[in-house]
């Protein structure tokens, strides 16, 4: 018989810094949570069976224990209380008052394990640049390391919310492993073979322990019956060739609200061999090697979201800009008379992220913000120094911004890109030019200096230097050559040659070519610079004609799968472009990253109507668009089923589906055999442009996937403002909030549909509000920035693996 392990997360994000406040009633509500904490000290101290214990604490609460003040105002709190709790007051006066002695003491005992998070549990997703995860993540490692002496090997994510890539950060920050809700792994790519049993690994050896977060919430709602279900779990593993992980996490409040009877249970399920306690550690030495490596689709809570917009966008965005302009203001030279200043910046900074989780708190959102440009007025005019002394008196901490000299560690020197395209504004062949034109304009802002090499033509310049944009054009060497295939590898020679010549004034990072057409070009440079060399693949030639039928379409495909094969990382803007080139190329082992092309910039104003004309548009009905792969997984049967009742109900409106995939002539079959010639169109493959002009002229957007690791065309429609319809799946859950942003309908459920649609048909100025609201979302989470910042993560990783 096999035994499954156990282990129990307790974690809390109250802003402690609200002690600091001097508000009487969020004093109060720290001294209450410390007094509960004192008790779950005693009684995991007090255990004779160890039940494992990893706790997920605010760091800025480990430096509010050693504050003197806390200590003495608690120490008067426990005092007047006494009387009703005396236990927790003799626990104060024993410990004299050094919370985190005691904590240290049972974490030797190995009767608790902590475990880092952000410093002042900013949901990570929304932190933009490098300098700003450095501080929220090192910080909380730092003030751990200060107090406890140990490094933290396990991360915790503020609300669950986990965004693609930070695993790479956290794998550089040393740590081992994190935790995500079970749902997450479900949507994994690919699933895994024991969904929601063991741990999985991330491209970058992170290890996801999945949170049994239904059994969870049942134990909350019914300790006895939920604690029942974990015994019968255990009862269920008989025979099993693989350990089973049993992940349990609970919030400290309602924890600690049936602590005792938990306890008791737990150690009874040990104490009976119904589980093995473990800490992550000892099973990640034994079994990290044999688990599953899977992508974890980005997981950002629509509740915790609903809170974020509570605060209004207004404040995120200043949050937002005030985070890029700390990032500028710290690579420039900073005298030791405004480091200070600099520091006590970054700290309003980091309170301002916490703040703006919770909405009642946001008087201290409006008080951050302003003691921010009270002292960035002093660090330029350095003569205002009383404000800065003041405010440290109010907010003393968080104290993790400084290194062991007492420098803030800034982010010295520029990266330098080599970018190889073949188009480039204002050169405009197709989308691939204004991809590389938005991507590098956004790599300046993170601090790269970006060398983009592209076709002479006109009278354009061969050199257009400005802010750290350096655009080299170069004529091929053949460039009167008819035969486009002779073209392009004159165009490939002089790239080459080109970016020879800069190797001797520049020393770059890493080469970036997009697509086949400069891949000869970024094959040779990989090898005479000896540099690591990333592709964007932006489409293929088999998914162009779908299939290779002539000798051009060969010698293309030929030179893509070079291409591919030859970089060190390759780079698709959805999961349907991954899947094709596993399908065509048989990359599979391929390191590729799933980055979507940025939002933002088009034209969403009245199209030509020109555009329209050979599609089935009817300005006089209101229409209902949607577009995806004419397979199952995106749902669109749903939409057939939902268009047969519509049709009875709404006589003025019509849908249009777009796109092309196996099952297009089933589809089209099925709409002649229920009599819905008139209400629904298949319209298989369209342009970009009949794309946008159907998103800018239709009523709503309906996306009715059972699956979706992402989505771009939801976004795509919200930028156009435009209500949206998604299925509650995979990554287009995070994107909504229900009737302010968007609409949710259940995965392959008609009815929910139905209810959706008829809310916005006889709503609309409920729905031009949510298109409007959507927008803003879009704009804020999807913008050019955020695919800057999912880049750098790619070509940190590449230049990583090349030191190692």
């Known amino acids: 018989m096999f035994h499954p392990y156990l282990q129990l997360v307790i974690h809390s994000e109250i802003p402690f810094w609200t002690y600091f406040q001097r508000s009487s ?6 001294f209450q949570f410390t007094k509960k904490f004192l008790h779950l000290l005693h009684n995991l101290d007090k255990q004779h069976t160890p039940v494992p214990v990893q706790l997920a604490l605010s760091p800025t ?29 003799n626990l104060w006066i024993k410990t004299e008052s050094q919370l985190n002695r005691y904590l240290e003491t049972l974490c030797n005992k190995e009767k608790i394990q902590l475990v880092a998070t952000a410093s002042t549990s900013a ?22 390391e200060k107090y406890f002496s140990k490094r933290p090997t396990a991360f915790w994510f503020p609300n669950g919310m986990y965004a693609t890539g930070l695993d790479l950060y956290l794998a550089n920050c040393h740590f081992t492993h994190s935790f995500i809700d079970e749902s997450a792994i479900t949507f994994a790519d690919p699933t895994p073979e024991n969904l929601g049993d063991r741990p999985v690994n991330s491209p970058h050896h992170l290890t996801f322990f999945p949170i049994h977060s239904s059994l969870s919430q049942l134990i909350k709602e019914n300790p006895s019956q939920g604690l029942l279900e974990v015994r019968k779990n255990a009862d269920k593993i008989k025979e099993n060739s693989k350990s089973a992980v049993l992940t349990l996490s609970f919030e400290f409040e309602e924890y600690f609200k049936h602590m005792d009877q938990f306890l008791k249970e737990l150690a009874y399920l040990v104490d009976e061999n119904y589980y093995y306690p473990f800490f992550a550690e000892s099973f990640l030495a034994k079994e990290k090697a044999l688990l599953e490596q899977v992508h974890i689709c980005s997981t950002v809570n629509a509740n915790q979201f609903s809170q974020v917009m509570e605060c209004s966008v207004d404040y995120w965005s200043e949050c937002y800009f005030i985070e890029k302009e700390l990032e500028s203001l710290s690579e420039g030279y900073v005298d030791s008379n405004s480091q200070s200043i600099l520091i006590g910046l970054y700290k ?27 002292m960035k007025e002093s660090f330029i005019k350095t003569e205002k120094r009383n404000w800065l002394e003041e405010r440290e008196q109010q907010y003393p901490f968080p104290n993790v911004l400084l290194d062991r000299k007492g420098y803030i560690p800034l982010i010295n020197g520029r990266n330098r890109i080599l970018i190889l395209s073949w188009e480039f504004p204002p050169n405009v062949v197709g989308g691939l030019s204004r991809h590389v034109h938005g991507l590098s304009k956004s790599l300046l802002k993170l601090g790269y200096e970006i060398h983009v090499i592209t076709t002479k033509t006109d009278d354009l310049p061969k050199l257009e230097n400005g802010e750290g944009l350096h655009i080299h054009r170069v004529h091929p060497l053949n460039e009167n050559d008819h035969d486009f295939i002779s073209w392009i590898g004159g165009l490939n020679l002089a790239m080459t040659e080109r970016a020879s010549e800069l190797s001797k004034e520049y020393s770059f990072s890493l080469i970036h070519a997009h697509d086949w057409l400069v891949g000869a070009a970024g094959l040779i440079l990989k090898e005479q610079l000896e540099l690591p060399l990333i592709a964007t693949i932006h489409a293929t030639e088999h998914g162009r004609h779908g299939g290779i039928y002539n000798d051009m379409q060969k010698f293309i495909h030929e030179k893509e799968r070079l291409l591919i094969t030859g970089a060190d990382s390759v780079i698709v803007c959805s999961e349907f472009m991954k899947e094709e080139l596993d399908q065509v190329f048989g990359s599979s082992y391929q390191s590729i990253s799933i980055i979507p092309n940025g939002i933002g910039g088009q034209q969403t104003s009245a199209f030509e109507n020109d555009i329209l004309k050979t599609l089935p548009f009817d300005p006089s009905r209101k229409l209902i668009f949607s577009i995806g792969r004419m397979v199952k997984e995106k749902g669109f049967d749903t939409l057939l089923d939902a268009a047969e009742k519509m049709k009875f109900l709404y006589s003025d409106v019509y849908m249009i589906i777009a796109g092309k995939g196996p099952l297009l002539q089933q589809y089209r079959d099925q709409v002649r055999e229920r009599n819905l010639t008139n209400d629904v169109f298949f319209v298989g493959y369209i342009s970009d442009h009949q794309r946008s002009a159907l998103l800018a002229n239709c009523y709503m957007t309906v996306f009715p996937s059972r699956y979706e690791p992402f989505g771009i065309v939801a976004l795509e429609s919200m930028i156009f403002r435009k209500p949206t319809i998604v299925s509650k799946t995979g990554g287009l859950k995070g994107i909504i909030q229900p009737r302010k942003t968007g609409l949710y309908m259940e995965p392959g459920d008609v009815d929910s549909l139905i209810e959706q649609a008829c809310f916005l048909l006889e709503n609309p100025i409920d729905a031009a509000k949510i298109g409007n609201n959507g927008k803003k979302v879009v704009e804020n989470l999807f913008s050019w920035s955020r695919v800057a910042e999912e880049t750098k993560r790619v070509y940190e990783e590449v230049v990583l693996h090349q030191k190692m």
């Not at 224990?65 to 927790?88: C, G, V, W």
């Open 25 to 30: 009633d969020e004093k109060k509500q720290i």
């Open 61 to 89: 609460y480990f430096e509010l224990l050693e504050h003197p003040s806390f200590q003495e105002e608690m120490t008067n709190y426990l005092r007047i209380e006494k009387h009703q709790d005396y236990e927790a007051y």
């Open 123 to 144: 949901l990570l997703p929304y932190v933009m640049t490098k300098k700003g995860l450095e501080i929220q993540v090192q910080g909380g490692i730092q003030i751990i």
């Open 348 to 374: 309003e900074w980091m309170l301002l992220t916490g703040t703006l989780r919770f909405p009642e708190l946001r008087h201290l959102a409006e008080d951050h913000l302003f003691a921010y440009r009270k």
